[in-house]
């Protein structure tokens, strides 16, 4: 009976690996109690949405990381389920088989009324199609709000995020300030800031000897990574959503 209601993805589908594409997703069509052509019927519509026409017949374990794990996706989307749980379903994916990903998930949200429970570290992936988020530290939940909400919590400060073309002038009085406040990955510096704190301290880097030293630099309204990190995450796992 769950699988008349359910569709899952998990982080890995190691029962697929052997079978076509097209065999794999009409399969669990079939599973899902879908008659023989009407599987097959939903099978070529999941897999043309997703972008696999080209590599229908070829079997999951002949392709690519991210065409296998989008083949995985067409197998729990095939057959409009009621409600999606999903495993970061976008791991591994280019840009356009990511966004061609959301756009699947979305038109099953909004015209399918379907329920779905997202598994992501993508911060633009939980923005973009959850009404609601659970950000999860070391398996807590710190905070569940929609992310409107979640972000109006920092809504007071902006993100500041400097790249560095090689090692940081750290002579410059504002450049070593930042250093003492900033989560360094890199070249990349990001540090939040109050709204006016930052724009002075931008405008001091680049009309300044520091600006040669610098490969590219931003303002960005708080996210959800802001968040995680205003309320204290400290683990690994960005969010779960």
């Given at each position: ?12 589908e190691?029962a ?6 097209r065999?794999?997703?009409?399969s669990t069509?079939?599973?899902r109690g879908?008659?023989r ?7 070529d ?10 590599v229908?017949?070829?079997p999951?374990?002949?392709l ?5 794990r989008l ?7 095939v ?5 999606l ?13 990511r966004?061609a990903?959301?756009?699947a998930?979305?038109r ?6 379907a329920t779905v ?8 992936e939980?923005?973009m ?14 905070a569940?709000d929609?992310?409107?909400?979640l ?11 400097l790249?560095?073309?090689?090692e940081?002038?750290m ?12 989560r360094?990955s ?5 540090a939040?800031?109050p709204?006016?704190?930052?724009r002075?301290?931008?405008?001091r880097l ?15 309204t ?5 968040v ?8 690994d796992?960005l969010?779960?959503v």
């Open positions: 009976m769950a699988s008349r209601l359910v569709g899952y993805l998990a982080q890995d190691p697929l690996l052997e079978l076509p594409v065999v794999a997703v009409a069509a079939r599973m879908l008659a052509a009407a599987a097959a019927r939903a099978a519509t999941v897999i043309e949405e997703l972008g696999l026409t080209a229908a017949a070829r999951l374990a002949r690519s990381g991210g065409q296998r083949a995985c996706v067409a197998a729990a989307l057959a409009d389920r009621p409600l749980i999903l495993d970061e379903p976008t791991a591994g994916l280019d840009p356009v088989a966004r990903v959301w756009a998930l979305g099953r949200r909004t015209e399918a009324g429970v997202l598994v992501t570290h993508n911060v633009l939980a923005e199609l959850l009404d609601r988020v659970a950000v999860l530290d070391r398996g807590r939940v710190i569940c929609s992310p409107g909400r972000k109006a919590a920092v809504s007071d400060q902006v993100r500041l995020d790249v560095w073309r090689s940081p002038p002579h410059d009085p504002v450049v070593s300030e930042l250093a003492t406040r900033a360094v890199g070249r990349r510096w990001s939040r800031l709204h006016a704190e930052a002075e301290k931008l405008g680049t009309t300044g000897a520091a600006f040669a030293a610098l490969d590219d630099f931003t303002l960005a708080p996210s959800l990574e802001d995680y990190l205003a309320l204290g995450g400290v683990a796992d969010e779960r």
